[in-house]
């Protein structure tokens, strides 16, 4: 089970290493950002704190689809098409995640505030590190579809969970050399 340190707000545990590892990366990427630097977007595009937000919608989602099969005691999986099968591939399997989709729409932000969306992506990813350890017994075949990559394993999941993750972290850092240019000039 996930804690929370009441002084930084930092995830301290959490009980999957790869989640573990999902925690490390968003917290080495916002280290030291202000909530008016985790606000700050270019025109057109998403802040940090937007960035974080869709992360948090994202791990929230999976938290309840997990807890759903975990419920059940049974897969939701459904039979992917061919087309979901070369993108788990792509995603889960190499570690591919293609740039210039557009998020599903459930996923998009909604303008949280920097330091709400910071809170909840913790906390949202602490529950789906709780719903993660809830499944670990329905088997070791697909287990609930993605809705874009349909059908995925429990270490699919969590791949594509690390995969998503980073790219992203990869956004938020080229945010900060933006800002770091402009504060320079």
């Known amino acids: 089970m996930a804690n929370e340190n009441a002084v930084t707000g930092k995830i301290q545990t959490l009980t999957h290493p790869e989640i ?40 929230g989602g999976t938290a309840r689809v997990m807890r759903k099969v975990a419920q059940n005691g049974t897969s939701l999986a459904s039979r992917p098409t061919a087309y979901q099968r ?38 949202n990813l602490a529950e789906m590190d709780e719903a993660f350890a809830l499944v670990s017994g329905v088997g070791k075949g697909k287990i609930a579809d ?3 990559l349909g059908a995925l394993t429990l270490a699919q999941w969590k791949k594509f969970h690390w995969v998503h993750t980073r790219h992203h972290m990869k956004q938020i850092a080229a945010l900060r050399e933006q800002l770091r240019v402009a504060s320079s000039e």
């Open 20 to 59: 573990q590892r999902i925690g490390t990366a968003i917290e080495a990427a916002v280290a030291g950002m202000s909530a008016e630097q985790l606000a700050w977007a270019p025109q057109g595009k998403w802040s940090a704190a937007n960035i974080l937000e869709h992360l948090a919608i994202t791990y």
């Open 86 to 123: 070369v993108a788990t591939f792509l995603v889960t399997g190499i570690g591919f995640l293609p740039g210039g989709r557009k998020a599903p729409v459930m996923t998009v932000p909604t303008g949280m505030d920097a330091d709400t969306a910071l809170a909840t992506v913790r906390k």
């Open 146 to 148: 993605h809705p874009v």
